[in-house]
Every structure is written in structure tokens, then in C-alpha cells.
T-cell receptor, first 110, second 122 residues
């Protein structure tokens, strides 16, 4: 199984929106609506931001949103804040009790 | 809110077996809605799913690590464990335990431990 493909970096200014892509295959992202996104701030453990493509756990700001089209999922961070700077990972159930992650995207707030 | 905490040696010699335990607080390992998981992160790199184990015992592993990995559950101690055999320097990483939600028909990691760095070196 191969990792999902994410851009290594993304950036935006405070108040702007940025979108991070996550590309998979017909065996994972395209087939399952079990895409999740995780935020990892420097020196911290990952934290769940989005699950099932679009759902937000309680406590996650609505500035974070997810979508999917075919074999590509996306995370959009609206109204960027300095505290959003960190690494973002997508994850997907890949069938047969396999789980895969993307390589991660480093988000910089300019 | 459930809390997870990894414990185990921070230094393991090459060819030996890495053993870690994840202790669960404010929750029960016997909840049928979750798989109990291990994820690692090589220094400066991304996340890698190692595998997960169900409270009744069945376990599932990343195919690329399957020959090295075993996981187990101790319901009396409310913890689960990872064993990674024949380690090399390539197994140096931060190891996270995490809870994987699946019972409601959703699939995602909803809680994570703080992580523990394991270095493989002689």
C-alpha cells in the first residue's frame, strides 16, 4: 500500500484561506468516505480535525472544512490564524483492515 | 475524556525487540467501538500506521511491517502492547498509541497518546 499524496508545503496570510490536497487511488480515497485530517502542532501529538470527509468533532472551529471528489480529498482552512501553523496529515481507511496516511503538509502562516 | 499514555524503554539495541505499552485512563479497553492502535513517526517525517488490535484479541498490521509486529491486549490492566522484533536504526521513531473509532461506522483516530521516542542504537 502506498501513502496518500500531499503537497509538502502550503502557506497563506492571516485571514486568507488555504486548501491542502490529498490524492489517493481507486483502492482507498475513491472507494471509501473515511477520509480524516489531523493537525500536528510543533512537538505535539496529532489531533483529529475532520473525519468522514466533512465532519468536525466538537471543539474544532468551523474554519476547518473537508471535501472529496473522486480519488482526491481536500482540507480548507479559512480565516487563517497564526496558531494554525503546523503539519497537516490526511488519513484513509484502505480496506481489509488497512489504514494509510498522507506524507503531510507543512502549513506556514506568513 | 479518554487519555492514552505510552511507556517503555527509550533505547533499544539493534536486533533486539522493541516493547511498548499504552495505558488507557478514563475509558475501557473493552469498548467494542474501537481498535487500539500504534502509529509511528520517523524523525522529521510523516505518520506511519503500524497496526491495531481489538479488545478480544484479533490484530491487523501494516503489510510492510507484518513480519516484525505483534500486538496484544491486557483487559485486566486496561492496556495494550506493541512488540517490534529485530529492530534496526530504521525503527528509530516517535511511537504513538491511538484509539481508532470504527463502531459507529466511522473510521478515524479520535484520541492519541503524547508519543514516546524510541532510539535504536548500540
Amino acid at each position: 500500500q502506498s501513502a496518500l499524496t500531499q503537497p509538502p508545503s502550503a502557506s497563506g496570510s492571516p485571514g486568507q484561506s488555504v486548501t491542502i490536497s490529498c490524492t489517493g487511488t481507486s483502492s482507498d480515497v475513491d472507494v471509501y468516505n473515511f477520509i480524516s485530517w489531523y493537525q500536528q502542532l510543533p512537538g505535539k501529538a496529532p489531533k483529529l480535525l475532520i473525519y468522514d470527509v466533512t465532519k468536525r468533532p466538537s471543539g474544532v472551529p468551523d474554519r476547518f472544512s473537508g471535501s472529496k471528489s473522486g480519488n482526491a480529498a481536500s482540507l480548507t482552512v479559512s480565516r487563517l490564524q497564526a496558531e494554525d501553523e503546523g503539519d497537516y496529515y490526511c488519513g484513509s481507511y484502505a480496506g481489509s483492515n488497512n489504514v494509510i496516511f498522507g506524507g503531510g503538509t507543512k502549513l506556514t502562516v506568513l | 475524556q479518554v487519555q492514552l499514555r505510552e511507556s517503555g524503554p527509550g533505547l533499544v539495541k539493534p536486533s533486539q525487540t522493541l516493547s511498548l505499552t499504552c495505558t488507557i485512563s478514563n475509558g475501557s479497553i473493552s469498548s467494542g467501538d474501537y481498535f487500539w492502535s500504534w502509529v509511528r513517526q520517523h524523525p522529521g517525517k510523516g505518520l506511519e500506521w503500524i497496526g491495531y488490535v481489538y479488545y478480544t484479541g484479533p490484530s491487523y498490521y501494516n503489510p510492510s511491517l507484518k513480519s516484525q509486529v505483534s500486538m496484544s491486549v491486557d483487559r485486566s490492566q486496561n492496556h495494550f502492547s506493541l512488540r517490534l522484533s529485530s529492530v534496526t536504526a530504521a525503527d528509530t521513531a516517535v511511537y504513538y498509541c491511538a484509539r481508532y473509532e470504527w463502531g459507529s461506522g466511522d473510521y478515524y483516530f479520535d484520541s492519541w497518546g503524547q508519543g514516546t521516542l524510541v532510539t535504536v542504537s548500540s
